[in-house]
């Protein structure tokens, strides 16, 4: 996603937290091969969507799983937590 490249995964797990199916990335199904070709041809038939797909997949890695907003997040589950304790 950060090098701005259109992710093809699966509803597995915790991956449809970080993909929107359409918006920067594409879900489906867990073990279904044809889907995953199916999905890989749309986006290279498609160039348009591919590139919409691929710049929103850049845009939300940078937003949201970039190392300066991780560590934000972990600085502020510590501070959490140390307040937590003291009060």
């Keep these: 996603m950060s090098h701005a490249l ?3 995964s699966t509803r597995h797990s915790g ?5 929107t199916h359409e918006a920067d990335g ?3 199904a867990s073990a279904d091969p ?11 038939a498609a160039p348009a969507d591919y590139s ?7 845009t939300t890695a940078l937003a949201r799983f970039s190392t300066e907003r ?3 997040r ?3 589950a510590y501070d959490e ?5 003291i009060g």
Excluded: D, N
């Design 6 to 8: 259109p992710v093809i």
């Design 15 to 19: 991956i449809p937290e970080a993909i």
């Design 26 to 28: 594409l879900l489906l």
């Design 34 to 44: 044809e889907a995953l070709a199916a999905c890989a041809r749309a986006l290279l």
């Design 52 to 58: 919409r797909i691929a710049q929103a997949a850049r």
């Design 70 to 72: 991780c560590l934000t």
């Design 74 to 76: 972990l600085e502020a």
């Design 81 to 85: 937590a140390i307040a937590l304790r």
